[in-house]
């Protein structure tokens, strides 16, 4: 009995002695692992320059025709003729709507008529009256009739001409509201017309800007009906009042609109650029690590570590200026030729070993333009 207990308690002995050899093995290899320098981070740089930004005042327009105009009947009459197609573009004085004129084209010979014969009268009696055969009365009497005659005429004829409803300048028609043999009434809405080119771009900026736009400056005109384009135009008038409910002044900019994109009424984003420039220092916006307490870049740094110059990183916290394409200016915490981190910057930490590949660093742009894939 003893004999066994014996044996037991050696077995038991060896089973712990090789659980332990076991466990020191494994303790000693986690050691020499733990020992070994983490791996370097590739990470991608950019140098922070200096750069000579345009200074330009952004605010929201809408769109407005040089002329612009609601074509309407001005005197009743029945439409006996539409002599233009929707949409389509018309020169000052061409024909639109021809409304019936039977009735005053009849008053209109008869007024003719007696036109003539008060024409005759006259000058029989301007003969008769150099004879001294009849008095200076009579032929007075005889020349305002005349002209009387003349005047019944021509007003005549202008009640015909207002019904040749014509377009007062070249632009573009719009939708047509009226049918043939519509009887319209003064003032009834006929058909928009609209110039489109030049077009008028309303917008308003602060007060305190007031001192720094004058006529003439240069405009940039955006809209997302034209996602890929910019339009060009200039400052053509500046209001002379100053909203005083918004304390903000109304400027107008007057740009070409060849093809007729723009349309009056459109919302656009408008860009008023200042003849001064602004110098700043400028990074890659993807090189800020973005937090709520502070912003912050990682600088390279050269140091030496156990012995070995190695790039290292140093977590710089800064301020931050206006933002403009894939750049953002730096107003304090970065000096020129700072060489910063341009890439993942989430995943760096103060002081980590990393090596630089730029090799497929991206290209940064101050106006970059989205592909068509």
Known sequence: MTRKIILIS???????????TIKVLQIGRMAAQGSQAPVPETVTTAAAKKESWEVVLNAIGSLQAVQGVMITA??????????????????????????????????????????ALAQTNFRRLRELLARKIVSKAEYDNAEAQCKQAAAQSDNIRALIAKKSIRAPFSGRLGIRLIDLGQVLDSGEEIVSLQSLDPIFVDFLLP?????????????????DALPDEVIEGEISAINPQVDPATRNIRIQAT???????????????????LPARNEVLAIPATSVLYAPYSDS????????????????????????????????????GVNEGDVVVSTGVFKLRNGQEVVVDNTLAPEFHLAPEVAND
């Open 74 to 115: 001005e005197l009743p009459g029945k439409v006996v003729k539409i002599a233009f197609e929707p949409g389509s573009r018309v020169k000052a004085g061409d024909l639109l709507v021809q409304q019936d004129t039977s009735t005053e084209e009849a008053q209109l010979r008869v007024a003719e008529a007696a036109e």
């Open 297 to 332: 870049v990682f600088i390279l740094e050269e140091k030496f570590q156990e012995g070995r110059r190695v790039q290292a990183l140093r977590q710089q916290f800064v301020r931050l200026g206006e933002k403009r394409g894939d750049f953002v200016s730096v107003a304090s």
């Open 10 to 20: 050696l077995g038991l002995l060896l089973l712990v002695g090789i659980i332990a």
């Open 207 to 223: 007060q305190q800007e007031l001192g720094r736009v004058r006529p003439g400056l240069p405009v940039r005109v955006t809209t």
């Open 255 to 273: 740009a070409a609109n060849a093809q007729e994109h723009l349309r009056p009424g459109m919302f656009v984003n408008v860009g008023v650029v």
